[in-house]
């Protein structure tokens, strides 16, 4: 089994900055993908931004050049620094890990638990 564990989301003014964590543990052989989504009350869970074990990067349009992913692949956690934030960026922010399982190499998705920003107008 793998547990992914967010932090980092609160409360935060227009124009803000927060940093989400998403720190991976459990037995496996190796994490592949990992992204950032996000859900807004009423709505469907979008894609916020994805970065591949190669470090291949990329964003939904609306957060280019406000938010920024990255990886630390020896301690196997995803981070989102999240600057300009603006109130339609409020929503419960999930991270996804797309992971090969030691047992059999294949490959698995897991979700955390979400973790909510929410940004105040």
């Known amino acids: 089994q793998v547990q992914l564990v967010e932090s980092g989301g609160g409360l935060v003014q227009t124009g803000g900055s927060l940093r989400l964590s998403c720190a991976a543990s459990g037995s496996f052989f190796s994490i592949n993908d990992m992204d950032w989504y996000r859900q807004a009350p009423g709505k469907q869970r979008d894609l916020v931004a994805s970065?591949?074990?190669?470090?291949?990067?990329k964003y939904a349009e609306s957060v280019k050049g406000r938010f920024t992913i990255s990886r630390d692949n020896t301690k196997n956690t995803l981070y989102l620094q999240m600057n300009s934030l603006k109130p339609e960026d409020t929503a419960v922010y999930y991270c996804?890990?797309?992971?090969?399982?030691?047992?059999?190499?294949?490959?698995?998705?897991?979700w955390g638990q979400g973790t909510q920003v929410t940004v105040s107008s």
């Open positions: 996804r890990a797309v992971v090969a399982m030691t047992v059999d190499f294949r490959l698995y998705q897991y």
């Open positions: 970065i591949g074990s190669d470090g291949r990067i």
